[in-house]
């Protein structure tokens, strides 16, 4: 089913919004889950937390892309998870922070950029400015948590080509934030 | 306690990735790979060997080619109701036309009723680029702008394509949107008016429609949201 006709389920509050979601959706929600969290059990609940989150969102919103949006609500909703766990297992949000690790500026006001939005800002302007494989290279690592492999796999490209585009992105962002700390 | 092995705020930079624009999104989900099924040593060689041929071709035939085409504009448009547009000599304003990503922020050029009428409108329809082309009803010009962002322009062509999508508006969904219009740069226009009042009376002047349709709530939203864009 299309996106619109699932929102309009959605607004009309009629429960087939939901097992139409889980239909299209479910499986992509559960990767991106459990690529942070690397736990069936708590990507199950983040899923099924998304789907009240998102029946509880619509109406008011209305998203043009439903995928998107869903994604938004369960990455989220996964990285609570992992804070609230305190877990002692490598997750892979620990491992994207400890690759994000490069992006951050000496001395730092990335606290201040992100309390006042400056953060979020600067980082879709530098999104929109890479050009399309790289974006998706980004969004593909950053955004879904896909492993190196995975992203590999789905453009084409050999891991170390993946590997090395994703250095230098991390590099490109440091500067940005460089620049972006001198304004704040 | 996690033995934490990175600085605080990687967490807040992964989280404020999350905030990213969900055309971005959206774009990673549906993005296909390019198959190439020859070596690109291959593939350079026939590229090169074809811009040689093209170039040799193009510098012997442009006159006439550009002829031919000229001529074909203007025998689709016979029965466009136009008389003031000049098909003999064709002019664009170089440059006039910006090209954007509607994530960022959206820029737009305004033309003036008569630019619009005499000059672009054919030429925009036939130029294999995505368009969104708007009036406002306190202006006298009308607003152009083209979609860079594929993802973006097969959205929109997915939306008005699959009509089960539109539907009729109680309410008005855009007061200050007087005309709307999506053209496609393969000579197809669509024409979702974004009010319930008269919808399209007056401008049909402009194009030939394919059709016209009353947008859905959700894709109201949506071009307005593109259309504020610009205005901020």
């Known amino acids: 089913m299309e996106d619109f006709k699932i929102v309009d389920l959605y607004w009309e509050r009629s429960e087939r919004a939901i097992s139409e979601t889980r239909t299209k959706y479910e499986r992509m929600l559960s990767g991106i889950s459990y690529s942070l969290l690397r736990s069936d059990e708590d990507a199950e609940e983040c899923v099924n937390d998304t789907y009240l989150s998102a029946w509880n969102s619509m109406p008011s919103d209305r998203p043009i892309y439903l995928g998107a949006y869903l994604s938004k609500i369960i990455r989220a909703l996964s990285i609570d998870k992992f804070r609230s766990k305190h877990s002692k297992r490598r997750g892979g949000f620990e491992e994207l922070c400890e690759e994000l690790d490069e992006c951050i500026p000496d001395p730092s006001s990335i606290q201040a950029q992100y309390e006042n939005g400056q953060l979020a800002k600067a980082i879709n302007r530098f999104i929109a400015e890479l050009p399309e494989e790289k974006r998706v290279i980004f969004i593909r690592r950053y955004f879904y948590s896909d492993s190196v492999e995975q992203i590999a796999a789905r453009m084409g490209f050999t891991s170390s080509k993946v590997k090395t585009s994703l250095f230098r992105m991390r590099e490109e962002l440091r500067q940005i934030l460089e620049k972006e700390d001198m304004l704040v | ?232």
């Open chain 2, 1 to 232: 306690m996690r033995d934490q092995k990175y600085n605080k705020d990687s967490e807040l930079l992964l989280e404020a990735i999350g905030e990213i624009d969900d055309r971005f999104i959206f774009e990673a989900e549906s993005y296909e790979r390019k198959k190439s099924s020859l070596p690109l040593r291959k593939l350079i060689i026939a590229a090169v060997a074809l811009s040689l041929v093209f170039t040799f071709t193009l510098s012997l035939g442009i006159g006439l080619m550009l002829g031919s085409n000229r001529d074909k504009v203007d025998n689709d448009f016979n029965n466009a109701p136009n008389e003031d547009y000049d098909g003999a000599d064709g002019n664009v304003k170089p440059g006039v036309q910006p090209i954007v990503t509607l994530s960022d922020t959206l820029h737009s050029v305004k033309f003036s009723s008569e630019d619009f009428s005499t000059e672009f409108d054919r030429d925009m329809l036939f130029d294999g680029k995505t368009k969104l082309i708007w009036k406002y009803s306190d202006e006298e010009s009308y607003r152009v702008c083209t979609i860079s962002s594929n993802s973006d322009a097969k959205q929109l062509r997915t939306q008005l394509e699959s009509k089960s999508g539109f539907k009729n508006v109680s309410e008005p969904a855009g007061d200050s949107i007087d005309g709307f219009w999506v053209c496609f740069g393969d000579g197809l226009v669509y024409t979702p008016y974004l009010r319930s009042s008269d919808g399209n009376v007056g401008y049909g002047e402009l194009f030939d429609y394919e059709q016209e349709l009353e947008p859905s709530k959700s894709f109201a939203t949506f071009i307005r949201e593109i259309i504020n864009e610009e205005s901020n």
